[in-house]
């Protein structure tokens, strides 16, 4: 049965061209001249999508969307608005529109639009049956390792977005592997895990470049332009990019991602032509988007075309139950690697790094791992084979001190005096402290507040 759709406009030109869009399209299509048109229809049959314009001669299109939603929460909605009303459809979208297209209308803007929602309605539907496909555990997805719950999810999400073009929001500490999230995303694309994957670093590119690096430039578009580029966009045609860091992304910047978003097309540094491609956008981000659109930072409108389908993934201390796996994968990894024939790690040496909160997630457990793989002189890691601040008070005890406290507790005292001895070795120079301790600058500026080191 084909998706129904209900058009709520008063101009009667603009009514009939969508009408004769979206009917092409294989839809079916109703229609209303004015909000109270609109109910009648609603109340004599249900809806998957109203297209509903802000201003109304009987009502306010967003009087119109509140009805919608009490009435109808199962109809999606799409405002349509003027470029004087933008922020009215954004404010909208917050009480639960779930999209915005200005006039005048381009029909291929549209279809997009229309599309998504539907791609989004689909995942919806199929997201109820989640619980259940999550009592059938995976050790393995992919590229991702873990048997925790939240794993599970991560999994089950993945694999409802598969077949789809859904945008997708990565959101989670540093370390957690955002990255690795988007390569399963990939590979799990029946049209996609054969075409490229781009990852794009947004905050590691000056932003003087970050343009020409995303979307391409011509010869002469500036000095040091001798010849036409291609962008990252266009290499990753046919495929899907990860836009990593998400939140460095300059506002003017911002705005040509959002037509990309919508349009799937953009234009080269200094080129006149538009370019069209077809990829699914991935951004990643360790920071709180929300806070970045309080502070200005962050485009609002933008923020609310990324989070169509949002992914947390997890601090590696909230899924601990996965560090002997994730112990036993690496051994293997850095074993092979570095030629050595290390078989496993002690009772001991595995609570230590199940105590450990693993600030750095589990890029920092990689690490550590390959470290101790390296310098070890036997078949199986023990806490002597650990850097001396992580088992300073272990050996012994089993991994409590005399009065009973944690092995987290008895290491706070040497980790503020190691923290401390970096930031005075720099004077107080935040990044090379970090370089020194072998962890990104949020961490140490976390650790510093903890340890009231400010």
């Known amino acids: 049965m084909p998706n129904s759709i209900l058009i709520v406009e008063d101009d009667q030109l603009v009514r009939e061209s969508i009408f ?36 109304l001669p009987d009502s306010p299109g967003i009087e119109v969307l509140k009805k919608v939603r009490e009435s109808q929460p199962g109809t999606e909605v799409i405002m349509m608005t003027g470029f004087a009303t933008v922020e009215t459809a954004v404010e909208a979208m917050k009480m639960g529109a779930r999209d ?22 689909q995942l919806k539907e199929e997201n109820r049956s989640l619980k259940e496909m999550l009592t059938e555990r995976k050790t393995h997805f992919h590229n991702l390792l873990g048997e925790d719950p939240k794993m599970q999810r991560i999994y089950s999400l993945i694999q409802a977005i598969s077949d789809t073009e859904t945008t997708v929001l990565l959101q989670g500490e540093s370390g957690t592997g955002k990255g690795m999230v988007a390569q399963a995303i990939h590979y799990s694309d029946p049209t996609r895990k054969d075409g490229p994957y ?25 000095t040091s332009a001798i010849r036409d580029r291609m962008g990252r966009f266009e290499l990753a045609d046919g495929g899907t990019i990860l836009l990593d860091e998400i939140d460095a992304l300059p506002p003017y910047l911002q705005v040509k991602l959002l037509r990309v ?26 920071h709180n988007l929300q806070e970045a659109i309080s502070r200005g930072s962050f485009r609002e409108d933008l923020y609310y075309r990324l989070n169509v389908i949002t992914i947390d993934v997890p601090p590696l201390r909230d899924r601990k139950g996965d560090i002997p796996a994730l112990v036993d994968h690496f051994l293997k990894v850095f074993s092979e690697k570095t030629k050595r024939d290390v078989k496993g790690v002690s009772k001991q040496a595995l609570k230590a790094l199940a105590d450990y909160d693993w600030p750095g997630n589990v890029r920092e457990l990689e690490n550590f791992l390959e470290r101790a793989v390296v310098l070890t002189q036997s078949e199986i890691l023990d806490v002597a084979d650990f ?40 004077g107080w120079n935040r990044k090379r402290a970090a370089q020194i301790l072998q962890i990104n600058r949020t961490t140490l500026y976390n650790k510093m507040k903890q340890y009231n080191l400010l």
């Open 20 to 55: 004769e869009v979206l009917s092409q399209d294989g839809y079916q299509v109703a229609v209303a001249g004015d909000g109270s048109q609109g109910f009648h229809q609603l109340k004599s049959k249900p809806f998957d999508l109203a297209l509903i314009d802000l201003r």
């Open 100 to 121: 915005y297209v200005t006039k005048p209308i381009n029909d291929d803007e549209l279809r997009i639009l229309v599309k998504r929602v539907f791609d989004t309605k």
């Open 198 to 222: 781009v990852e794009v670093s947004c905050g590691a590119i000056p932003r003087e470049l970050l343009e020409s690096e995303l979307f391409g430039h011509v010869k002469g578009a500036f």
């Open 261 to 286: 978003l919508q349009q799937k097309v953009f234009e080269r540094v200094g080129d006149a032509k538009t370019i069209r491609v077809n990829v699914r956008i991935i951004a990643a981000t360790n």
């Open 387 to 426: 850097p001396e601040h992580f088992t300073k008070n272990v050996e012994g005890v089993d991994l409590k001190s005399a009065n009973g406290s944690s092995l987290k507790e008895v290491l706070k005292d040497p980790e503020k005096k190691i923290i401390l001895n970096a930031l005075e070795q720099t």
